[in-house]
């Protein structure tokens, strides 16, 4: 399962991650099933939801996603199942802001409910296995050319 491995958190239960994905899921139209279910590593939390009507801001590969959350020393990891195969072309962009919906609502939620005592930490950095880097994606900034800015004068309103 570590090839899966999304994010992990640090100072929050693997049952407490689980519920606040599974409440996020279900106001996004998710139907959810939660709950425990030991795996060869040791006990283990499972969140599935299955997209209950087509949703224009989800892509037809995210309506049935699937996460299991694995304890670790201090936290929980997040680790996907499903889906895994690669979302491409227009739908990526739907996917990737789904996600990151996903990480900001959990990011919020572990840092208000620990009043700031807990945090993400992202994995690979936070893309899970459906969105894997692509080869010309990850670009640096663009480098800045031409002129460089001159010193701006005063304008009419100092000095008044």
Known sequence: MEGNDWLRVRGVGRERLGRYLAEFLEESGYAVTEGEEPVA????????????????????????????????????????????????????????????????????????????????????????????AAPGNASPAPERRGTPRTERGPSPAEGF
């Open 41 to 132: 590593e040791g006990p283990s939390f499972k969140v599935s939801g299955t997209l209950k009507h087509p949703h224009h801001a989800i892509p037809p590969a995210l309506t049935s996603l699937t996460v299991r959350f694995l304890p670790t020393s201090g936290g929980c990891q997040a680790v996907w199942e499903a889906p895994v195969d690669p979302v491409e072309g227009p739908d990526r962009a739907r996917a990737e802001r789904f996600v990151a919906e996903i990480l900001a609502r959990l990011d919020q939620r572990v840092a208000t409910e620990t009043r700031g005592t807990s945090r993400l930490v992202r994995e690979h950095p936070g893309i899970p296995p459906f969105l894997p």
